[in-house]
């Protein structure tokens, strides 16, 4: 099965400053790769993902980029706010299976103000 | 669009005690439904999903059972909660062939 191994577990960053999480895969198979935003108490929000056949995909401060070579895709916040501050996490599909998602640890990112 | 409903949103129960925990999505058909525990700081666990009605995959063994009487209802039960049961729930559906999930607003379960 699919094994994702998310880093750092936390990360705390200057507002304005970059964040970047990283995430390693298992499975070469793997061809979709989301990552969720969780507040505290809420349910987790997908916020970006990409697929295996692009390097990189931005939205706005966000962007997410992959080396497949590697087997591993990052997430890059840019311009970082308060309330960028959260629980991320990065999922990756089993055997490139479409049905389930396998999810990394995650990685608590604070912004201080 | 689509809307992903849970219920209750907060529950306390005893030990021992039986427990329906519901989702229902709108505004799709046939969607992939996916079950899901949350401990306090950690990670998904994924515990059920399903392609469609009466057929549910399990992933962890547990006290815990899904059921999906229409295509678009995920219910999780069980008979006797233990206190490792306590946790956030949240249900989560997708569009067969995409990978995208997205996750109701989660029930919050207090065993004691």
Redesign the interface.
């Known amino acids: 099965g699919e094994n994702v191994e998310q880093h750092p577990s936390t990360l705390s960053v200057q507002e304005g400053d970059s964040a970047v999480i990283k995430c390693t895969y298992s499975d070469s198979a793997s061809n979709?790769f989301?990552w969720?935003k969780q507040e505290l108490g809420?349910?987790?929000?997908?916020i970006i993902?990409i697929r295996s056949n692009v390097g990189e995909k931005k939205d706005q401060r966000i962007a997410v980029t992959l080396n497949k070579t590697a087997k591993h895709f990052s997430l890059h916040i840019t311009e970082t706010q308060p309330e960028d501050s959260a629980v991320y996490?990065c999922a990756a599909?089993p055997s490139g299976s479409?049905?389930?998602?396998t999810?990394?640890?995650?990685t608590q990112l604070t912004v201080l103000p | 669009s689509q809307t992903i409903h849970q219920w209750p949103a907060t529950l306390v129960q005893p030990v021992g005690s039986p427990l329906s925990l519901e989702c229902t999505v709108e505004g799709t058909s046939n969607p992939n439904l996916y079950w899901y525990r949350q401990a306090a700081g950690r990670g998904l666990q994924l515990l059920f999903y399903s392609v469609g009605i009466g057929q549910i995959s399990s992933e962890v063994p547990q006290n815990l059972s899904a059921s999906r009487p229409q295509d678009r209802q995920f219910i999780l039960s069980s008979k006797k909660l233990l206190l490792s049961d306590s946790g956030f729930y949240l249900c989560a559906w997708s569009v067969f062939g995409t990978g995208e999930q997205y996750f109701g607003p989660g029930t919050r379960l207090t065993v004691t």
């Open positions: 979709y989301p969720y809420k349910r987790p929000q997908l993902d996490f599909p479409a049905r389930q998602l999810f990394g640890s995650g």
